[in-house]
């Protein structure tokens, strides 16, 4: 199964919004609403930002917002802030051959 | 507060089992959550393992499923990972993890790093 497909990179100025894109198949994200998006600091283990395409866990700032058409999922940052600086994940589950989870390949953020 | 926490050997050989154990406070492992393993080899992205619920149930990732065990120790709050027969390619950085049953990962441990050299 190969991983979701994600920019390797994206680059935005204090303030602005940005988006993160994550392109799976009909056998993921476009058939299940079991998208989930993943922030990693350098060093430091993943934290939850969105489940579920567009929920988001108790304390996560609602400057991040996901959403989700076809076959593609979307992360957008509202506000970039310094502290957004880091690494972005997105997982969506799969069912076949039976079920599991599939990452995107990470997309490093900076932060200009 | 829910903590995960992993240990394990740091240096395994090649062909013989990885063995890690991840122990979890704050949470019941018989509670109604999965709970599972993802790796990070150095300098690159993550990988999902698979998970386990407390009634039996695993998944796992199917390009590692012949390799890979996880076992829910109800009576110590535990769960573990076995991947036999492991090479250079499974060195990574092993994170247990908490499922929420909606297939994402909400509590994570600060991670382990497992060497695979002779």
């Known amino acids: 199964q190969s991983a979701l497909t994600q920019p390797a990179s994206v680059s935005g100025s204090p303030g602005q919004p940005i988006t993160i894109s994550c392109t799976g198949t009909?056998?993921?994200?476009?058939?299940?609403?079991?998208v989930s998006w993943y922030q990693q600091h350098p060093g430091k283990a993943p934290k939850l930002l969105i489940y579920?395409?567009?929920k988001r866990p108790s304390g996560v700032s609602n400057r991040f917002s996901g959403s989700k058409s076809g076959n593609t999922a979307s992360l957008t940052i509202f506000g970039l802030q310094a502290e957004d600086e880091a690494d972005y994940y997105c997982?969506?589950?799969?069912?076949?051959?039976?079920?599991?989870?599939?990452f995107g390949g990470g997309t490093k953020l900076t932060v200009l | 507060q829910v903590q995960l926490q992993e240990s394990g050997p740091g240096l395994v050989k090649p062909s013989e089992t990885l063995s890690l154990t991840c122990t979890v406070s704050?949470?019941?492992?018989?509670?109604?959550?999965?709970w599972g393993w993802v790796r990070q080899p150095p300098g690159k992205g993550l990988e999902w393992i698979g998970t386990?619920?407390?009634?039996?149930?695993?998944h796992y990732n199917p390009s590692l499923k012949s390799r890979v065990t996880i076992s829910l120790h109800t009576s110590d709050n535990q769960f573990s990972l076995k991947v036999t027969s492991v090479t250079a390619a499974d060195t990574a950085v092993y994170y247990c993890?908490?499922?929420?049953?909606?297939?994402?990962?909400?509590?994570w441990g600060q991670g382990t790093l497992i060497t695979v050299s002779s």
């Open positions: 997982c969506s589950h799969a069912g076949t051959p039976t079920p599991h989870l599939i």
């Open positions: 009909s056998s993921d994200v476009g058939t299940y609403d079991l």
């Open positions: 579920e395409v567009t």
């Open positions: 704050g949470s019941s492992i018989r509670s109604a959550y999965y």
């Open positions: 386990a619920f407390h009634s039996g149930i695993t």
């Open positions: 993890v908490r499922d929420n049953g909606r297939s994402s990962s909400d509590q």
